[in-house]
């Protein structure tokens, strides 16, 4: 702490001390009714405190230095601030502090802690690393030959005490002096004279908050209040008349708006620390094996003070129904300080489902956060009971589970969805008691160009005991989608959903009418091995000198050229060019190899693509064209002719028998069997359903 020590004041000349002193309270009286200042205002004890109004008193000296006569200015109209002698000159708005005297911040840069006229608080809350120059400007010279620098007979004084963010006084007259200046013997510099000031304040001194003392040591400190007044010593004949300026408050920024501490200029009672920071749990009330989420964030009020959260952790007891302890631990909250030392707005941790394993107990838990300037704020203890697992109570699933969709619209109707859109759900217990144990969706999909139905089942993903989260895929061209969610409680009591559905377009609804310079074409991969189309087998198109080249992958056998990094969107090609599609298959083994391998076609691709076709043939593969279908059925030569591939659920391979009656192999056996797949294929067209 800076402490000055001032000079011992003469007694000599009190009756004449006196006169000059009721001489110099009558001309103030008459400046502050012409520039607004006030006249009679309350010492502050806190931000929203008025300052006191100029006070003067008056010391007779002897021995002092040789001093100039300095006549107080009269003014006979309201002060304004000083003009500057050049629009170089930086002229911000400057509070009357005397008569024809003023003060104001130096720089355009620095924070403006001089509050608007007719006020003492200033909003703005500086940075406690950032010095605060201002300027004292005068229309008189305010010094004289010798004067000064500091103490009682300086003609300029910086006084600044100051309260911290947890009440604690910093700069007092309790703990010896107020604060002066980083050198308090040198706590003014000037006169600045700029003698061409139209306004006639041409005496500009300087005084500074400066963030750090002459022994670099921080003066300040995130959330400390500050009371700063200006005191002038005027010397007339050697007798000084001492006067004081309004005084004026305001904070620094990096802490906590709010403070739980009596004395603080921040208090807010025990209620502070929820006016600093949000804490959000989830869920609220637990059952069995949930763990819970503790989600710590700051307020709009920690942004106007830039206050962050710089550290925080929780402590945790558990006691069982009996009352008897059972578990206690620390959990730290993640939190890295950047560079600057901001710490962060949000952060989260979370409480282990080891805290939840009986049902019945209590978990007690306390929060200790601090801001990045190591403020702490203490929250009061909370607690919640373990819940039990519960029942479904009425057996109905609309009623006692809540299903919620993204995209909405999949849960409204029959909808269109484009290519590729994942479908994601939220399954929610309505009862907070009630426990979900496990659930699942079960999907159909059917896709009329393979004349194909599949069933998939996709369990959820457990979030909590009340929410789980499932998805379906994002699905190609001429996709039909219905589905129901299976959910069971901890009962194994089952409730179904009702049916939902949805589709995607064909290429013809997605594309009605394209260009004539373009084509388009489906891959189908049939696996006759395994008696199933193929997901995840990788198909290449490749165009001529590489002028055109699209990767993706099957899925059910199904593939088309697609657009870059989205496998289902479609993507036309040229007409009337050639394309090299390359299928590999790591399950499909040709013959003589012992790896999977990869098998390379040439198509034609026209506008109107209409021919029936066998393009390639080999040991165990045939690749056939059905109109702008291309077909690679692997791991199998052409059956037996009264046989056919069956695939799981009675359906037929469709595009794989169009494979095989395209082989050139003309004997009437296999064109009888070539009719009784296209019998079959016609039946199964009339049981699927959309």
């Not at 004949?237 to 004081?244: A, D, L, R």
Request: glycine share 8%; with cysteine; net charge negative.
């Amino acid at each position: 702490m800076t402490h000055a020590t001032y000079p011992p004041e003469s007694t000599v000349d009190r009756k004449g001390a006196r006169a000059s002193a009721v001489v110099a309270i009558a001309a103030i009286a008459v400046v502050a009714l012409l520039i607004g200042l006030p006249t009679s205002v309350s010492t502050p004890h806190g931000p929203s405190s008025a300052a006191p109004a100029p006070s003067v008193h008056v010391t007779g000296a002897t021995g002092a230095p040789a001093a100039s006569s300095v006549a107080r200015g009269t003014a006979t109209t309201p002060e304004k601030a000083p003009a500057p002698a050049s629009s170089a000159v930086f002229n911000p708005p400057c509070y009357p502090i005397d008569l024809g005297v003023c003060v104001s911040i130096a720089q355009s840069t620095e924070p403006n802690i001089v509050p608007p006229l007719g006020t003492f608080v200033s909003a703005t809350e500086p940075n406690s690393t950032t010095d605060l120059p201002l300027v004292i400007k005068s229309r008189v010279k305010l010094d004289w030959p010798s004067a000064a620098h500091y103490g009682q007979k300086s003609p300029i004084l910086l006084n600044v005490s100051a309260n911290l963010w947890n009440g604690d006084p910093y700069y007092s007259i309790y703990q010896g002096d107020y604060y002066h200046g980083a050198n308090p013997q040198q706590v003014w510099n000037g006169p600045t004279v700029y003698s061409s000031n139209a306004s006639g304040y041409i005496y500009w001194y300087n005084v500074s908050i400066a963030a750090k003392t002459s022994t670099n040591v921080r003066a300040f400190f995130p959330g400390e209040t500050v009371t700063w007044w200006i005191e002038l010593t005027y010397n007339v004949s050697y007798t000084y008349t001492h006067h004081e300026s309004p005084h004026f408050v305001f904070t620094y920024s990096g802490a906590w708006p709010y403070s739980p501490y009596p004395g603080s200029n921040q208090y807010a009672g025990s209620t502070a620390i929820f006016q600093d920071v949000q804490l959000t749990v989830t869920p609220t009330s637990p059952n069995w094996n949930d763990s819970v989420s503790l989600v710590l964030n700051t307020t709009q009020p920690d942004l106007i003070s830039n206050a962050t959260i710089g550290a925080a952790y929780v402590d945790l007891s558990e006691t069982n129904p009996l009352g008897a302890p059972q578990a206690s631990g620390t959990l730290t909250f993640p939190v890295v300080l950047n560079g600057a030392g901001v710490g962060v707005t949000s952060t989260s941790v979370k409480v282990p489902a080891s805290y939840a394993q009986t049902a019945g107990s209590t978990v007690t838990f306390v929060v200790t956060v601090y801001d990045a300037a190591g403020d702490q704020l203490t929250t009061p203890a909370s607690s919640w009971i373990v819940g039990g697992n519960g029942s479904f109570l009425s057996g109905v699933f609309v009623d006692d589970l809540e299903l919620n969709s993204t995209p909405t619209s999949v849960l409204a109707g029959f909808s269109m969805l484009n290519p590729g859109l994942p479908v994601n759900l939220t399954l929610t217990s309505r009862n907070a008691g009630t426990a979900i144990s496990s659930a699942e969706i079960v999907a159909q999909i059917t896709y009329p160009i393979l004349h194909e139905t599949v069933t998939q089942m996709t369990p959820f993903t457990r979030v909590s005991s009340t929410i789980f989260q499932g998805s379906l895929p994002g699905f190609p061209l001429g996709a039909f989608v219905n589905f129901t969610v299976y959910a069971w409680d901890f009962n194994q009591r089952l409730e179904v959903s009702p049916q939902f559905g949805y589709y995607t377009p064909d290429f013809q609804t997605y594309d009605p009418v394209p260009e004539q310079n373009s084509s388009f074409f489906y891959v189908l991969v049939y696996d006759n091995g395994t008696h199933e189309w193929v997901n995840g087998v990788q198909v290449q198109v490749l165009g001529a000198a590489g002028s055109f080249n699209s990767v993706g992958n099957t899925t059910l056998g199904l593939s088309y050229p697609n657009q870059t990094r989205n496998i289902y969107l479609p993507l036309l090609v040229a007409a009337n060019a050639s394309y090299r599609i390359t299928v590999f298959d790591p399950y499909f083994v040709p013959s003589g190899s012992s790896s999977g391998g990869a098998v390379s076609i040439s198509v034609l691709a026209l506008h109107s693509m209409t021919l029936h076709q066998t393009l390639a043939q080999g040991a165990d593969y045939t690749v056939v064209q059905e109109g702008n279908e291309i077909v690679f059925w692997l791991n199998s030569t052409a059956p037996a002719p009264q046989k056919s591939p069956s695939v799981p659920g009675g359906t037929v391979p469709v595009a794989g028998a169009l494979g095989i009656v395209a082989v050139s192999v003309a004997s009437v056996p296999l064109s009888l069997w070539w009719l009784q797949i296209r019998r079959r294929r016609k039946e199964e067209e009339k049981r699927v359903t959309l």
